[in-house]
């Protein structure tokens, strides 16, 4: 395997409405579609009760596939660096979205999700030297609302340990992409080897505590098998190469309110695939949330002063 250099950061581009823009954009949209399929997946095909060992097997191997692809190793500040991005993202990302899930109702651990975007708006502000965009966080606010809609039943109830997991899920991912924003890509790197650097990271991370919390499940079937092929091949190697391509080329407020797209596919996938169906509330809840994260990727433009 050859080794990387790191180079300076190229400047964040700007927004546009070329056909190029849009065309990174529908394609960056397809991870947070894919990792939409993460619950039904995991409840449907998976053994249950073990969450950090999925979370294992969604990292590592793909990362180590993602390695053998690119043949290149981070190198000087980038084997800190990956270890950083990849625990924000995923290695810690995982495991807190898996233990909101066990202690909250979907709906709500969905809608502590969909925060996101409003999180990673201030952390442009903190981190990027980015001015607020108050048209994005509004778009960001009313996402939250559209998601809650959709996925919050009247019988939704709280518990600290599953809020503050979920709030604690949103804002390390946050954090992981506004950091994987400012620090870019070394030069020759492409996205499959920043990938196989984070989920492999990622996976390290996560090996002792998977092996002696949860230990390897009992009984994994050819269902199971190919639960965890999806979680790690679709779910790991593919979307994440897609959305850290994306990061590098588009706004980072704007692809983070991509997110909404994970909520709404897993309830979609619901609808297709469990029997469930959605209400009337719900549907105008899907409509606002997708109207939210398209107007969140356009930017308004400002208004001329009028001469006297």
């Not at 609808?271 to 209400?279: F, M, N, Q, T």
Request: net charge positive.
């Amino acid at each position: 395997m050859t080794t990387a250099t790191a180079t300076p950061n190229q400047p964040a581009t700007t927004p546009s409405a070329s056909s190029g823009s849009v065309g990174r954009t529908l394609i960056t949209a397809l991870a947070p579609a894919v990792w939409g399929s993460t619950y039904i997946v995991t409840t449907q095909l998976l053994p249950p009760g073990h969450p950090l060992f999925a979370a294992l097997l969604r990292s590592l191997p793909a990362g180590l596939i993602a390695l053998l692809i690119s043949r290149q190793l981070p190198r000087g500040s980038w084997w800190w660096k990956s270890l950083v991005l990849g625990t924000l993202n995923m290695g810690a990302f995982f495991p807190l979205l898996f233990v909101a899930a066990q202690h909250l109702p979907g709906g709500v651990a969905a809608t502590l999700g969909a925060t996101q975007p409003i999180m990673v708006a201030f952390l442009a502000v903190a981190i990027l030297r980015e001015r607020l965009s108050r048209w994005r966080v509004g778009w960001g606010v009313v996402g939250v609302l559209g998601v809650g809609l959709v996925v919050l039943g009247p019988g939704a109830g709280l518990d600290l340990t599953g809020v503050l997991a979920g709030i604690a899920g949103a804002l390390s991912m946050g954090v992981g992409v506004v950091l994987t924003k400012r620090w870019g890509r070394p030069e020759g790197v492409g996205a499959v080897g920043l990938c196989g650097w984070l989920l492999t990271a990622a996976g390290l991370v996560l090996l002792v505590p998977a092996l002696l919390i949860d230990g390897i499940p009992a009984g994994i079937d050819s269902y199971a098998v190919g639960g965890y092929l999806w979680l790690g091949l679709a779910g790991g190697l593919l979307s994440y190469t897609i959305w850290f391509a994306g990061i590098g080329r588009l706004p980072v407020t704007a692809t983070a309110l991509l997110g909404l797209l994970s909520p709404l596919m897993a309830a979609t996938l619901g609808v297709l695939l469990a029997g469930e169906a959605l209400s009337a509330l719900q549907l105008l809840g899907f409509a606002v949330a997708l109207t939210a994260m398209v107007a969140g990727q356009l930017s308004p433009k400002r208004r001329e002063p009028r001469l006297s």
